[in-house]
């Protein structure tokens, strides 16, 4: 299995324009995170997705963010219009219930920076 | 609402030396605690877990965790440090129920010296 798959790995944009990060899941995992990444804040929780269906959306900062997940094999995560404040490092997480093995498998994140 | 404390920023350890990276949490109803690494510029590998069972859980690595309910604490050892195990560890807990949400410690930086 190839993992969780984040595109792209780096994304480095101007203030106000939109930024879509895109996510690929482990085929057959139920559970997706969306996780933010900064030297201040540490790992936070974003949003987390079941069965493609947003869950908790309680750590989306602000309304500029907005995540989606049209099927059980891809997501993404918008910012409209980014800010210099945004950025961090964005991680996806998958992980699958039912099979003894909660714990979440991350993909290698991808660093945004926003100036 | 559950949380995960690792009170320690940083561990500082001679290679050789036993290592304890400390951890506790707060979640109602029976917890599944994890520890994952990341190294530099990388994503966070899965180290072990605790779901059920003894309380002694062994990992990858070498690393292993002890799970004490009565103080709610999940801390991660190791007997005996390698300088390649200086990296970022967390600890993280979900709920053993159907709302997965998989809340994260601040991370603490685990530094061997040789």
């Known amino acids: 299995d190839a993992g969780v798959i984040q595109s792209p790995r780096h994304e480095v944009t101007e203030m106000g324009q939109e930024v879509t990060l895109r996510c690929k899941p482990i085929?057959?995992?139920?559970?997706l995170f969306w996780y933010r990444q900064t030297m201040m804040r540490g790992l936070e929780l974003l949003i987390y997705?079941?069965?493609?269906?947003?869950?908790?959306d309680s750590g989306m900062p602000e309304d500029r963010f907005s995540a989606k997940m049209p099927n059980a094999s891809f997501s993404t995560l918008k910012i409209q219009p980014s800010e210099p404040r945004d950025s961090a490092v964005y991680f996806c997480?998958?992980?699958?219930?039912?099979?003894?093995?909660?714990?979440?498998?991350f993909g290698q994140g991808t660093r945004l920076t926003v100036v | 609402a559950q949380s995960v404390a690792q009170p320690e920023d940083q561990v500082n350890v001679a290679e050789g030396n036993p290592l304890t990276v400390k951890c506790t949490y707060s979640?109602?109803?029976?917890?599944?605690l994890f520890w994952y690494v990341q190294y530099p510029n990388r994503g966070l590998q899965f180290l072990l877990k605790?779901?059920?069972?003894?309380?002694l859980v062994k990992g990858s690595y070498g690393f292993e965790a002890e799970f004490n309910k009565s103080q709610t604490s999940f801390h991660l050892k190791k007997p005996s440090a390698l300088v390649s195990d200086s990296a970022l560890y967390f600890c993280?807990?979900?709920?053993?129920?159907?709302?997965?949400?998989?809340?994260f410690g601040q991370g603490t930086t685990l530094q061997v010296k040789p």
């Open positions: 085929s057959g995992h139920d559970y």
């Open positions: 997480a998958s992980s699958i219930t039912g099979t003894g093995r909660p714990e979440a498998f």
């Open positions: 993280a807990v979900r709920e053993g129920s159907n709302t997965g949400k998989l809340i």
């Open positions: 997705f079941n069965n493609n269906v947003p869950i908790d």
């Open positions: 979640v109602s109803g029976n917890p599944y």
């Open positions: 605790y779901i059920t069972g003894d309380n």
